[in-house]
């Protein structure tokens, strides 16, 4: 019965997720926040960090005081030579339940090698993790967790 009730709420958040032109984008709408705090902590594989795997700086916001929304998110990608970061295998999962909302990311900036720059990211006021992944161009992969407040 709870699980029905996340799908359900992340399928309603899937749908207010396709505003109409002009609207503000949310990258995670309040429906699929709701749903994955829902699922409460899930286990999470633990793995050591794979050597020369690429790197993933978050120079903001800073996560360590509440953010505001809209606000800029910029991250820098680091290779280890002679590996360089794959812009193209770069993925953020949203919560405990994984939601894959690259595409929301790709819809308001590019990644490159060098990183991601958005200027203006919009969520739900509350608790959020998103969980960052990265290839290199040997195939090392890094993950990284990311936990923040929106007031």
Do not use: C, N
């Not at 360089?84 to 295998?89: K, L």
């Amino acid at each position: 019965m709870k699980m029905s009730a996340l799908i359900a709420a992340t399928l309603a958040g899937w749908l207010i997720a396709a505003a109409p032109a002009g609207a503000q984008t949310m990258l995670v709408t309040e429906a699929e926040m709701l749903a994955s705090q829902a699922a409460g902590d899930l286990l999470t594989p633990r793995s050591a960090t794979v050597p020369g795997a690429p790197r993933i700086e978050l120079v903001t916001p800073d996560v360590k005081a509440p953010v505001s929304t809209p606000t800029r998110i910029l991250l820098r990608f680091f290779g280890s030579a002679p590996a360089q970061p794959r812009p193209d295998s770069f993925r953020v999962l949203y919560g405990m339940l994984k939601l894959d909302i690259t595409s929301r990311l790709l819809g308001l900036a590019k990644v490159t090698q060098d990183g991601l720059d958005v200027a203006e990211a919009a969520l739900p006021r509350g608790s959020h993790t998103l969980t960052l992944r990265l290839e290199d161009s040997v195939g090392r992969a890094t993950l990284q967790t990311v936990q923040f407040t929106v007031q």
